[in-house]
């Protein structure tokens, strides 16, 4: 199962999302962000750690604007609009 870590980026209020895995003997932290921008050791803190999908949404939402909006989308599924039928076109 996948577990989600937010981190506090050293130095600023900047947070990003971490995704790893639940163990037997806790869980696991992925080197970067799941939106790339962060390596792990830039790190000052876990604002929370080892928390499933819906429950880190609800987290990262309570903290505001602070979390990183590419972190948080990627919990979220993407909407792409299907391309027009060509006959439903007017020229």
């Known amino acids: 199962m996948d577990a989600y870590t937010l981190k506090r980026r050293k130095g600023t209020n900047e947070m990003h999302l971490f995704k790893g895995r639940m163990t037997e003997e806790g869980c696991t932290s992925g ?9 792990r050791d830039d790190s000052a803190e876990n604002v929370f750690a080892c928390e ?3 429950s880190a949404r609800k987290k990262c939402a309570g903290e505001g604007r602070s979390v990183c909006s590419r ?6 599924t993407s909407y792409t609009p ?4 060509p006959a ?3 020229e």
């Open 31 to 39: 080197q970067i962000s799941v939106c790339g921008l962060m390596n």
């Open 82 to 85: 299907a391309s027009p039928d």
């Open 88 to 90: 439903e076109v007017s």
């Open 52 to 54: 499933e999908e819906q």
């Open 71 to 76: 972190c948080v989308s990627t919990m979220y």
